[in-house]
């Protein structure tokens, strides 16, 4: 990018607040959102989904932020008041956490997106941004959204929906759209049951991402009108999109590219299945998304823990690709294509293949674990296998159609009760 863009996008990225969308529950991950917010849930290793997003906005120079939360969020906003505090506010830079304003009823939580970002809008225009960038919190990427917003007013469009091709098998979970030549949006469909393919690639579609920008006195305009409508859902996807498409607003998509020129790379993560595929991948020789990659930092918590130790013999240790977090202790295991979380233990004569073990899980010697998630805080009994007889394991855990199983502490009669630094 020439210096001259560069300096041209840095002025936009100053004028814009990022609405993080974080206050949904994403019924899909089933118990793993039993007693935390889909955008907690950790992911690779050491981070929490919304890191993901979080990351892209300070990387992108985007250093105003909201993060509108609602159901199950007290390990969000620990996560947030712990490792997102280090924006500068005699710079102006900020992340404000909002919970749920209720300003419709006192009965009513948030009942569309469009709804969650109408109750806090008071907040919203108290910042007095130029553009308002909004986001999903549960979503695993990496993306320069200075890019967005150059499409965005280079376009001179009243409202920019961030889109990339899919499947149409996968295509029918979200709004797909059709554009011209020039990148309007010409037709919008929100979670077809048939898709409409792109132009000259019959077995893909445009999806939309749930990434929007528009400038704040537009999405003033459209919340306020919407807000009115008895018989609106509330929802950018479902009534304020097709709104705008309807009444020769110009509506504009921006294609994902990755940032600094890498491949795209964008995971809902909302089935089980998906979370663990979407984990698994970053063990890649080369993974979707370069986690040791310094200009293009993934930024978290760093709580104070020890080094990873690995102890035994050497024939008697067996380690493949995995990660292994800060405060894990592995006795005389072995351990391949799986991800240890920080303060795992794994007692002498495990095996372990293919398994995501939250943190503070510790698994009990000579067990054998294959293609498991086990949730925080599991103690796994000694000698316990699991992944080795479907029918068997669906009888106490959760057996995924990829499966994967998925255990928590409740399945292991250990209760649900809040541990301090493990949910």
């Known amino acids: 990018m020439a210096t001259a863009d560069a300096r041209y996008i840095s002025r936009l990225t100053r004028k814009t607040l990022a609405v993080v969308l974080a206050g ?7 118990v793993m959102t039993d007693w935390r917010t889909k955008p907690a849930v950790p992911f690779a ?24 939360t609602q159901y199950k969020s007290h390990s969000l906003i620990q996560h947030l008041m712990k490792g997102w505090t280090f924006l500068n506010s005699e710079h102006q830079e900020f992340l404000d956490i909002v919970p749920a304003q209720q300003w419709r009823d ?22 007095d941004p130029e553009y308002v960038l909004i986001l999903a919190g549960d979503h695993v990427y990496t993306m320069d ?35 011209d030549e020039d990148g309007r949006i010409v037709g919008f469909e929100e979670k077809p049951e048939n898709p409409q393919p792109i132009p000259g690639s019959p077995h893909h579609a445009l999806a939309s991402m749930g990434i929007y920008v528009t400038k704040l006195s537009f999405l003033h305009d459209q919340l306020i009108r919407d807000a009115e409508l008895m018989d609106s859902k509330h929802d950018f996807g479902k009534d304020i999109i097709p709104y705008i498409l ?3 607003m110009k509506l504009q998509s921006h294609t994902f590219r990755g940032p600094l020129g890498g491949q795209p790379y964008w995971r809902d993560v909302g089935t089980l299945d998906a979370y663990f595929q979407a984990n698994v991948e970053q063990l890649a020789p080369i993974p979707p998304i ?6 293009w930092p993934i930024l978290t918590h760093h709580p104070q823990l020890p080094p990873a130790q690995l102890t035994g013999q050497p024939d008697s240790c067996k380690f493949g690709t995995s990660m292994i977090s800060g405060g894990c202790v592995v006795d005389s295991s072995s351990v391949t294509n799986s991800i240890l979380f920080s303060n795992v233990l794994v007692d002498s004569g495990c095996e372990l293949d293919g398994v995501l073990a939250l943190p ?3 698994i009990g010697a000579g067990s054998k674990l294959t293609n498991v ?25 959760i057996v995924t159609p990829g499966d994967v199983t998925v255990v928590n502490r409740e399945m292991l009669g250990q209760g649900v009760h809040y541990k301090p630094g493990i949910r």
Not at 45 to 68: E, Q
Request: hydrophobic letters at 35%; proline letters at 2%.
């Open 290 to 295: 370069n986690l040791h990659d310094p200009q």
């Open 45 to 68: 290793g050491k981070f929490r989904i919304i890191d993901f997003t979080l990351s892209n906005c300070v990387n992108s120079d985007i250093r105003k932020a909201c993060v509108l």
């Open 24 to 30: 949904g529950r994403g019924s899909r991950l089933e």
């Open 106 to 127: 006192e009965d009513t939580w948030y009942e569309g997106t469009a709804d969650a970002v109408y109750q806090s809008l008071d907040i919203i225009e108290g910042y």
């Open 145 to 179: 959204y200075g890019s967005i917003l150059q499409t965005h007013v280079e376009s001179g469009a009243d409202f920019t929906v961030a889109c990339i091709p899919t499947t149409i098998a996968e295509a029918t979970q979200f709004g797909v759209m059709q554009v």
């Open 360 to 362: 503070g899980c510790h």
């Open 373 to 397: 998630i086990l949730d925080n805080g599991c103690w796994v009994p000694e000698g316990t296998i699991i992944g080795e007889n479907a029918e068997d394991d669906a009888k106490r855990f």
């Open 246 to 248: 309807n009444h020769g």
